[in-house]
């Protein structure tokens, strides 16, 4: 492999910036959908070779990201309205935020449930606020799935270009 060919370059950092954002899926810090879509779509533009699979692999690429950015919006999010104030759901953002910088990584996922929890505790009463609670953790969840499942759709979708390319 000889890094000082672009095209190899290019196809090298395109597959980093991939990697980089279907690991971002799971990592909260990075944008990884978005990265994911943008190491295609570098590839895509910048890359050496066939113009008709790089233009295949950037708009299937496209189609997948706007897809998978719709639908982890709109499905999980009808799950939490008919169950999970909005208020309940703020403040785990909130408190989220605040518990990653405390306990990093971990305590994003942990702030989350804390506010959720507190807000049905005060409005359901102990009984009810934990069932509540687990419904807003599912719908976060499924957004998390869907989004996973659309940059590796990009990834499989890149590595099927390299080889046609």
Partial sequence: MDLSDTGTTVTVIS????????????????????????GALLWAILGEGSGGARTFVAVLATVLAGAGLVIKFLWPGKKLKSTVPTSALLLGGVLGLIGFFVVPIVGLVLGFVLGVWLVELNRLGMERAWPSTRSAIAAVGLSLLVELAAALMIAVTWLFGLAFA
């Avoid at 991939?18 to 943008?38: N, Y």
């Fill in 15 to 38: 597959g980093l910036v991939i990697l980089t954002g279907v690991v971002g899926v799971l990592v909260p810090v990075l944008p990884g959908l978005l990265l994911t879509w943008a």
